[in-house]
């Protein structure tokens, strides 16, 4: 069975930087797909390469979307799928939305381009995309300029824009950033019911393990520009078998933590992808060995699970 996207050996380089380094998955029709990892990791830039919006960088690999390769098709074709079959929500909402222009307006012109609606058509879909997302008096905020609704509101917008064509996969880069907890509750909430109603695929790309475990059917462990485990939500919560992935959980504050305890931390940060020499979390790992100089690949462990460390046990 075909997967609805096949991404293989994706790498996104900057001249001699690989910001991605060979990342291979699949996302199947009506899942979604946790990836996560530390800022700097590659994450929004495997989505920002998927939808073809990295100008400067030379792209290597295939990422197939319904048997159209994303990589390798003309920018004519990829206007016509972008919008249309993947979509994306991006982390800021607020510099995502254009100032200048009335976010309906911005609804209305996506809408045109890939829909064959005249204006009061489109102008009417935009109505019912803004009810469906939440947002009240859905005419009269039509009307409305990016800065004159709150964060929440913008990303509603954000939202409504990218399921308004229906595509078939949809990246959503950090939805709930900068939000409040009550207005991520809700957030989440509506992204998970309007993608399942429509039965859409999601890549949710997230640094909150939080938001994986509730929203995500698999997830995929990002680090220096390489995949470095994967396995179902529920596997990988309760038996994580990369060092990385245990240091990201176990990062995780509980609950009944007292205010003065420390909080468990991986020591260092995310090192450079330039020129690097064997496993690349091994300067950060307590379990590092000499074997660790040879760069591990990603094999199957388990049913679904996938890891690349020497030391995974």
Same mark, same amino acid.
């Given at each position: ?11 996104? =380089?900057?001249?001699?930087? !690989? @910001?991605?380094?060979? *990342?291979?998955?699949? *996302? ?8 996560? %990892?530390?800022?700097?990791? %590659? ?29 390798? &098709? ?24 254009? $100032?200048? &222009? ?5 609804? *209305?012109? @996506?809408?045109? @381009? /890939? ?46 824009? =990218? ?28 992204? !998970? ?11 949710? +790309?997230? /640094? ?12 995929? *462990?990002? #680090?220096?520009?390489? +995949?470095?485990?994967?396995? $179902? ?10 060092? #990385? ?7 995780? $504050? ?27 979390? =091994? ?20 049913? %679904? ?9």
């Amino acid at each position: 069975m075909t997967s609805l996207l096949e991404v293989e050996n994706l790498s996104v =380089a900057f001249g001699a930087m !690989r @910001a991605v380094d060979g *990342v291979s998955f699949k *996302v199947e029709q009506g899942e979604t797909l946790g990836l996560v %990892g530390e800022s700097g990791c %590659g994450k929004t830039t495997i989505a920002l390469a998927l939808m073809r919006l990295l100008r400067d960088a030379a792209l290597d690999g295939s990422a197939r979307l319904d048997g159209a390769d994303l990589v390798a &098709i003309d920018e004519k074709a990829m206007r016509a799928l972008r919008g249309a079959k993947i979509a994306m929500i991006f982390q800021d909402p607020g510099t995502s939305l254009h $100032p200048m &222009i009335r976010v309906g307006d911005q609804i *209305v012109e @996506a809408l045109r @381009a /890939h829909l064959d609606m005249t204006k009061d058509e489109a102008r009417r879909r935009a109505v019912d995309l803004f009810r469906k997302v939440g947002i009240a008096a859905p005419e009269h905020r039509l009307r409305a300029f990016p800065h004159e609704m709150s964060g929440g509101m913008c990303q509603r917008v954000m939202i409504a824009m =990218a399921i308004a064509c229906s595509p078939r996969l949809l990246l959503a880069d950090e939805p709930t950033t900068a939000l409040d907890v009550t207005v991520q509750a809700q957030i989440l909430e509506l992204l !998970r019911d309007v993608t399942r109603e429509a039965g859409m695929s999601v890549v949710l +790309i997230t /640094h909150d393990l939080g938001v994986v475990a509730g929203m995500a059917d698999r997830v995929a *462990v990002m #680090y220096a520009g390489l +995949i470095v485990e994967t396995a $179902p939500t529920e596997t990988l919560f309760a038996a994580p078998l990369h060092p #990385y992935t245990r240091g990201l959980l176990r990062s995780i $504050p509980p609950l009944d933590r007292g205010w003065d305890e420390p909080m468990p931390t991986i020591l260092g940060s995310v090192g450079s992808a330039f020129g690097a020499v064997g496993c690349r979390f =091994a300067p950060r790992c307590s379990l590092a060995t000499d074997a660790c100089a040879v760069a591990p690949k990603l094999e199957r462990i388990a049913k %679904g699970h996938f890891v690349s460390c020497w030391n995974a046990k």
